[in-house]
């Protein structure tokens, strides 16, 4: 009888036995559950919080440049024209300016043909393309502009400032050895307007380079 009561007390241990192990495998599943959960829930939450980050990071730029922009807006509309809000950049740029001289000779200019000024010395803002020798004014206001052609020697040229294809001012050289012509102009120009030196017609066909010739300009 002793060793039947022996048996059950030992099967009923390892039922118990059993259970628990059940139990701490239950336990563990959860607790691995409740692992993946969190993680899951942070890389979520670290998501959202870059998200916020960057789109916080965007706003305080937009507003910066606004108002960078608005001050540039009551700067202009009271006369001060010195510096315009470049957007984007967070920045004032300079009035644009720029000086331009002629290397190579031209030995043969067609009726109205653009005399390309290719040496670049100054070009703030960039506003002068040195491949097709036009300025580009990049903002509404007062320019000057001046243009110097020399002839070759025994030779004579007219040239001539223009304003999107209109002519404005001449330049005439002529001697029996090497002469230069210059003129200049004020002329209030848009955003976008074209300022250019060309050949004036068929008036003579040479331009001396060799930096003897230039054109310049800038906002007053």
Same mark, same amino acid.
């Given at each position: 009888? @002793?060793?039947?009561?022996?048996? =059950?007390?030992?099967?009923?241990? @390892?039922?118990?036995?059993? /259970? ?9 599943? *959860?607790?691995?559950? /409740?692992? !993946? ?11 959202? &919080? ?16 606004? &108002? ?20 984007? $950049? ?7 300016? #720029?000086? *331009? ?12 043909? $653009?005399?390309?000024? !290719? ?15 036009? #300025? $580009? ?6 320019? #000057?502009?001046?243009? $110097?052609?020399? /002839?070759?020697?025994? %030779?004579?040229?007219?040239? %001539?400032?223009?304003? =999107? ?10 001697? +029996? ?6 003129? /200049? ?16 017609? +068929? ?8 930096? #003897? ?8």
């Amino acid at each position: 009888m @002793k060793t039947a009561s022996y048996e =059950n007390e030992i099967q009923s241990l @390892k039922q118990s036995a059993m /259970s628990s192990a059940n139990e701490i495998h239950s336990l563990k599943s *959860a607790a691995a559950m /409740s692992a !993946d959960k969190f993680q899951a829930l942070k890389e979520s939450s670290s998501d959202e &919080i870059k998200a916020l980050k960057t789109s916080s990071t965007n706003e305080i730029k937009l507003l910066k440049e606004e &108002i960078y922009a608005m001050k540039s807006a009551r700067m202009n509309s009271a006369g001060g024209m010195e510096r315009r809000f470049v957007l984007g $950049t967070n920045s004032f740029a300079e009035k644009p300016a #720029f000086t *331009a001289s002629l290397v190579h000779h031209i030995t043969n200019l067609g009726s109205y043909q $653009t005399i390309i000024f !290719d040496n670049v010395i100054t070009n703030d803002l960039g506003a002068y393309n040195n491949i097709t020798g036009i #300025f $580009t004014a990049p903002f509404n206001g007062t320019y #000057f502009f001046t243009a $110097t052609v020399m /002839s070759h020697s025994g %030779e004579y040229i007219v040239s %001539e400032i223009c304003i =999107n294809g209109q002519s404005l001012v001449y330049m005439y050289s002529y001697d +029996t050895k090497y002469e230069q012509g210059t003129n /200049s102009v004020v002329l209030v120009l848009k955003a976008g307007d074209s300022v250019w030196v060309r050949h004036h017609d +068929t008036q003579g066909s040479k331009a001396y380079g060799a930096k #003897f010739s230039s054109f310049s300009g800038f906002m007053l």
